[in-house]
């Protein structure tokens, strides 16, 4: 039977049973792990995208959780964690290999490009199947220096989550959906005046010339409406 923990025993919580000196092993393992963890990550090479893949995310995971453990375990040898280190990137390298080269293998693990907005409406059958809600979108956007979505000619979002964004020209732009913030608490489902309304789903703008209505949007079936703007 093991002895009974006494609370804020500071010797165990800070040194357990181990001696003084084995802080210097840490240390050690410590410096050793990093500069393994370093020269695998140099290794596998720098992907410029904004988040990661999967293969980088698999393999990041797979390098802490191999990095951490010989770090101050004393029981976990160096030599096991740098198998654990050559044998995953062994696996990464040969799965970006096959999926560079193999577009069916490449579509079914990192995804497709999917358009979620054209001409200032979002596409709600497309949008709808992606992991991704409007307030993230509409943030997003206004990172893009997005107002409202008549700006928007086209946006896609990429199998690394990136959106890219493709505007209107100057010219070009019309009345749409506001998507900043305050002008989006701005909602009802009576049209209060005769004027341009932006659904508040999808982006899709009617013209109303009578006050009073509770219209239900054309092209998706919410009734929330706000002031479309130029």
């Not at 049973?17 to 720098?46: H, Q």
């Not at 160096?78 to 799965?95: P, R």
């Not at 732009?173 to 009802?188: C, H």
């Not at 005046?193 to 006050?211: E, H, I, K, L, R």
């Amino acid at each position: 039977m093991s002895d009974p923990v006494h609370p804020f025993d500071w010797e165990r919580i800070f040194i357990h049973d181990f001696p003084w000196s084995y802080l210097g092993e840490v240390a050690f393992r410590t410096i050793f792990m990093f500069v393994v963890l370093l020269t695998a990550l140099t290794v596998s090479g720098k992907r410029e995208v904004r988040q990661l893949s999967i293969y980088e995310l698999v393999l990041l995971i797979g390098l802490g959780s191999a990095a951490g453990d010989p770090m101050f375990y004393h029981d976990v040898p160096l030599a096991s964690a740098v198998v654990v280190f050559a044998v995953m990137m062994g696996c990464y390298k040969l799965a970006t290999f096959i999926s560079d080269r193999n577009k069916t293998v490449r579509d079914v693990l990192e995804g497709k490009p999917v358009y979620v907005i054209e001409n200032g409406c979002i596409l709600t059958q497309n949008f709808n199947k992606e992991d991704l809600g409007l307030e993230e979108l509409f943030s997003d956007l206004r990172v893009e220096g997005i107002e409202q979505l008549g700006q928007v000619r086209t946006a896609i979002l990429e199998p690394n989550g990136q959106l890219s964004v493709f505007q209107f020209k100057a010219s070009e732009v019309r009345r749409g959906l506001p998507i900043l913030p305050n002008d989006l608490k701005n909602q009802f489902s009576h049209i209060q005046q005769p004027g341009d309304y932006a659904c508040c789903t999808c982006g899709n703008v009617q013209s109303f010339n009578t006050s009073g209505q509770q219209p239900a949007c054309p092209h998706c079936p919410e009734t929330s409406w706000v002031k479309a703007v130029r």
